[in-house]
């Protein structure tokens, strides 16, 4: 057996058109799952990169502006692998930021991600079968971050989602984990890597020198997904070129 395969696996994995979401649904379909991406546009894209590929996928619209959009996603769909991606990110200081920007990065990031659970879970259950849950932390996770209020409460938030849920459903058959990014080069850091100070200030902290690329989530995100990390549950992986150690 490949411990890292993912052979006869389906998965889903939110905000699959573009940056991380991309790079996993393409490497979960390199390793062999069924891919189901699902963006609120199109992920037309990443279905023909994995059609390229040789892989299997297809595409399903769901906006998480509506927290409880996720319920009905697993129906009859027998998905053995949710990977909750789909994240926004506003920016202003503290003292300005508005309960508009508040709520809705909570229900992208933090509601959504327990609701979809949710549902998942459901299907699992219902069909007696297993599965694996990747949420997609944060730095800010674990660190306060500057101007980012509610970004920083949600990516809290999925961490403790993370641990109850492992301690619920890992005896039911369903490992939870998390990965934390470090600053990956997406739109999501737009805004900082067009500021050469803060740009070069992040730079300089990372032990790694570089930026890291969508793929360096990816392959982590197919581990967590596979045989091989069978008994890992209610983990939270830095995938930061080494941030969090200095
Ligand atoms: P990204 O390129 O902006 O990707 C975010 C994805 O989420 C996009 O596919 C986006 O769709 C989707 N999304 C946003 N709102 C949605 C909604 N209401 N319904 C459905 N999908 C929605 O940025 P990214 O860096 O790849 O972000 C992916 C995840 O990684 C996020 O959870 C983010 O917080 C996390 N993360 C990123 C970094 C980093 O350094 N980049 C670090 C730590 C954590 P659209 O294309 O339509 O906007």
Redesign the pocket.
């Known amino acids: 057996m490949n411990a890292f395969s993912l052979s006869g696996r389906k998965a889903l994995v ?9 790079a996993i649904a393409v490497a979960m379909a390199r390793a062999g799952a069924e891919v189901v991406c ?4 199109s992920c037309g894209e990443t279905v023909a990169m994995i059609g390229d590929a040789g892989g299997v996928a297809g595409e399903v619209i ?4 509506d927290p409880m ?1 996720g319920a009905s996603l697993f129906e009859g769909a027998n998905i053995d692998i949710l990977v909750n ?5 506003r920016r202003a200081d503290c003292i300005d930021f508005t309960e508009e920007d508040w709520d809705a990065v909570m229900d ?2 933090a509601k959504a991600v327990f609701f979809t659970s949710q549902a998942f879970a459901k299907g699992v259950f219902a069909r007696g079968g297993q599965g694996k849950i990747v949420n ?5 996770s674990f660190q306060g971050g500057i101007r980012v209020p509610s ?1 920083t409460t949600s ?1 809290h938030g999925v961490a403790g989602l993370t641990r109850i849920l492992a301690n619920e459903w890992t005896a039911r058959g369903i490992n939870v984990n998390a990965i ?10 737009q805004a900082l890597r067009d500021d050469p100070d803060r740009s070069a200030a992040i730079l300089d902290r990372i032990p790694a020198g570089r930026w ?1 690329r ?1 793929d360096d989530i990816a392959e982590t995100a197919v581990y967590l997904a596979a045989p091989a990390s069978d008994y890992v549950s209610g983990a939270i992986l830095n995938v930061d070129g080494g941030w969090l150690a200095r």
């Not at 939110?14 to 991309?22: E, K, L, S, V, Y």
């Not at 769901?62 to 502006?65: G, L, S, T, Y």
């Not at 997609?136 to 800010?140: D, E, R």
């Open positions: 939110t905000g699959a058109n573009a940056g991380i979401g991309q699902a963006g609120r546009r769901v906006d998480f502006a959009a991606n789909a994240g926004i990110i992208v990031n997609i932390a944060s730095l800010l970004y990516k934390a990014p470090g600053y990956i080069a997406t739109s999501n850091t890291g969508p």
